[in-house]
């Protein structure tokens, strides 16, 4: 069968393509010994399943729920390509053909759309949350057959080469086959830095170059002047950041040491990334002096830079005669500096310095009438030179409020100064000590005095950020984030450790951190006290004279404060309508502060990769920010199994490149629609009742105990998908374990609590206090992206959810009375909250939203087999863990193969 496609319904294509597909699997279980594996597959006509799977099913469900997320992925695609074919650009809802045009519309001109575009900023924080199930090497084997597929669908192939490709597929998916799908043990954080450095290495550089081309391309498609977006820094900007190797928030294993390796790997690949664009453009650029004249200015700065480089100068000059614009980049390959040690004499120090001597180049090909060779060959490399720098990505360092309230009191007590109480002082005696201690440029202890490991760990990741600093500039540090922000004391007291290690810097007006100093407030109590915390923390001098250095180091036009707000405890504390209505009125009223204070602020959204981890539609999402707190400058956490799912594959990181950077301007630029009152009073209403639902849920005495049993938390927990540890301090409350395994085994049990719960309890209680707004609010949904924004995710959660599935793992709490109360308080909230949302929507949820209930039902049969598997494992481990170890470790390990297959069908962990 070939895959010859043409203008074809997305779902014909998909199911043409996953047959297609699924023949070379079964051709390669086949040959591998393994036909009674791919008898029980689903999607084979085979109706009865047994009992039990035998031990390798799970494996070979999980490769088949790849192959069709693979095949939804490209058929999305080409379904885009299509409709931007027949239709044009602007038919794609959210892109830059869109989003130009309705600009247009709406009265800007194309030089004031240009104007702003520099303006626009995303960066994308690549985390190491443990959420991706998949090893590296097994995502490397489904990018390859996903280029497999996307060969494929090209006419031109002749039907041998045909055969080539399905012998070339067979090859790949019985590699998968036959390699261990799971981690057997904890990746390291080098690992898990391997896994992000490949996305910013091999796979971004090249999408961003793609996307630049295609902005311009549709920019003079609707009729705009060109040369308005022929400067690289006309472009809308995207940058990187990282946690890998800075996130030390409950890991104990990211220490200084790490620290220090990460900022080298991500500065060695940088480098290496630069050697390579370099190398390339010095093969593109074969111009002949003999054929045009090279500018003088040209002249000058080769014989500059050879002078200064002494022989490797003259080698450069040597190696290409009459060929001056190899020359020059001969020239700019000899200065790239060392990934180690301060930078050689004549060596680059900055990229801008490199970015200058590309400007040069550029402007010595104009001089010569070269004009398309300086568009096409030289400002892709200007442009990726300014996002990827010598750094790659910036490096956040992350660490708890309470952790850092442990290291203080230790200094202080190595100090001899009473404070080993520290962590239980109120916040007057707290501000009372920093206040003092801030006046004085004195550390507490000199270098080598013990300190006690909380004060060491603190202390000796700054060192190494000092360190950095002195050597190569602070251009990859990002953020010294501080989670659990409670109070002004938890930001100020970063100040203290900073003087401590000599990060501070003076000025005549006095010591200023060269480094963003940022909360992090993440439950629903700390979102609603900081505009207080954050007002405070504005009108302390330190923090205003640090803020203005950083702006005029920068070259800023305004002083810029960060504050990053967590989407995954503000769920896990009030449920998902208090938290999305918690979070949009703490970004309000934090912008507003800000305002008052003379300050933007930069919001730093901690997303995760599912819907009540903040997840959802990319568009949606930004349409439903507050306008000014968006600002045009987006931050935001890309995570675990969410980086594969989106940038795995060029096509993929494309669109999802034009997703966050065009919908950031048409939400920046277009004129500003005021909140609509009454859907605001309905949201206010949801919100409240749906978290007073919600708490009583979970501070009900057998939800712990139901939670425990009826989901394979255990199993999670005893996973090794991440390097860090599931729960924060080790302790067995709710309040410690990390959102990420909380919202992960209640999908692989089929509740999706964290996505649903409390929105029909809050939407029941609109509709009886207000049955007026109750029908505006159904009329007008869709017309307030915050409101739409949180229905639609709830209703994509429920119908996710499946109640048949719920019973089964409910099965497994041994007290009937915990099991009967919990289940049926969870089964009412579902039933209410299934009715109340096809109430607004107008209908059942799988008529109104049919591709999801297509995608839905390609899984069903697959899912509930692993999911009768799962439950009867977890039995059987639970049984025999404590008493046979080693029996109970070959459980696990069915377990993790189950885990990892339904999170394949599901396409999300936590």
Known sequence: MSIGLGDIPAQA??????????DRFYEALDAAGAADIHALLPWTGNPSCPVRLPERAPQAYAIAFQLLNLVEENAEAQTRRSAETIDGPAALRGLWGQILVQLRDAGLSAAQIAAALPRIQVELVLTAHPTEAKRATVLAHYRELYLQLVKAENQMWTPLERQGIAEDVRAILERLWRTGDIFLKRPDVSSELRNVIHYLRNVFPEAL????????????????????????????????????????????LVTADVTRMALMELRSHALELLRDQLTTLVRRLSLSNLLQTPPDFLTSALHHYADLLGDAGQQALDRNPHEPWRQMVNLMLARLPKTAGVPAPGHYTRAAELIADLRLLD?????????????????????????????????????????????????????????????????????????????????????????????????????????????????????????????????????LFARETGL????????????????????????????????????????????????????????????????????KDG????????????????????????????????????????????????????????AGDLRMTEQGETISQKYANRISAVYNFELLLAGVTGSTLRPYTPRPQHLTMALDLLARHSQRAYRALVEHERFLPFFREATPIDAIEASRIGSRPARRTGAQSLADLRAIPWVFSWNQARFYLSGWYGIGSGLAMVQA??????????????????????????????????????????????????????????????????????????????????????????????????????????????????????????????????????????????
Request: some cysteine.
């Open 13 to 22: 294509r998909i199911e043409r393509d996953l047959r297609w597909l699924l």
């Open 209 to 252: 170059a793609y996307h630049d081309q295609r902005l311009r391309q549709i920019w003079e498609a609707i009729g705009n002047d060109p040369a308005l977006l022929d400067d690289p820094d006309s472009l809308p900007l995207i940058t990187f950041g990282t946690w890998v190797g800075g996130d030390r928030d409950g890991h104990p």
């Open 363 to 495: 402007e010595s090909l104009v001089a010569v009438g070269a004009t398309r060779l300086a568009r096409s060959d030289v400002r892709p490399l200007i442009r990726s030179v300014r996002v990827f720098g010598f750094h790659l990505a910036v490096l956040d360092i992350r660490q708890n409020s309470a952790f850092h309230d442990r290291a203080l009191a230790q200094l202080l007590t190595a100090a001899g100064i009473d404070g080993s109480d520290y962590p239980s002082w109120d916040e007057a005696r707290r501000m009372a000590l920093i206040e003092a201690e801030l006046e004085s440029p004195r550390p507490f202890t000199r270098m080598g005095m013990p300190v006690g490991p909380e004060a060491e760990a603190v202390l000796s990741c700054y060192r190494v950020l000092v360190e950095h600093i002195h050597s190569y500039g602070a251009d990859g540090l990002g953020a010294l984030i501080v989670s659990m922000t409670r109070n002004l004391s938890d930001l100020l007291v970063v100040f």
């Open 504 to 571: 501070l810097v003076s000025t005549p007006e006095g010591p200023v951190c060269p480094l963003p100093i940022v909360p992090l407030f993440e439950t629903i109590d700390d979102l609603e006290r900081s505009p207080l915390v954050l007002r405070d923390y504005l009108a302390h001098p330190i923090v205003q004279r640090s803020l203005e250095w950083q702006r005029q180091t920068r070259g800023a036009p305004e002083r810029v404060q960060q504050v990053m707000i967590g989407y995954s405890d503000s769920n």
């Open 575 to 630: 449920g998902i309508g208090a938290s999305l209505w918690a979070l949009q009125k703490a970004q309000q009223a934090l912008a507003a502060e800000g305002r008052m204070a003379g300050v933007r602020i930069r919001f730093f959204h901690g997303r995760g990769g599912t819907m009540s981890r903040g997840a959802g539609p990319t568009g949606r999402f930004i349409r439903a920010l507050p306008v000014e707190a968006l």
């Open 769 to 910: 206090e207000e049955p007026a707004l109750f029908d505006t609010l159904c009329a007008e949904m869709r017309e307030w992206a915050p409101l739409h924004y949180l229905l639609g995710n709830a209703a994509t959660s429920v119908m996710n959810a499946d109640e048949h599935i719920m019973r089964a793992y409910a099965e497994l709490v041994h007290d009937p009375v915990t099991r009967t109360v919990i289940l049926d308080t969870i089964l009412e909230e579902f039933a209410r909250t299934r009715a109340m949302l096809e109430r607004v929507y107008g209908g059942s949820l799988e008529e109104k939203r049919p591709y999801i209930a297509r995608q839905l039902e390609l899984r069903r049969a697959g899912l509930y087999s692993l999911h009768r598997e799962q439950i009867t494992s977890l039995r059987s481990w639970r049984a025999v863990r404590n008493l046979d170890p080693e029996a109970g470790e070959a459980q696990l390990r069915l377990l993790l193969l189950l885990i990892n297959a339904i999170a394949a069908g599901l396409r999300a962990t936590g």
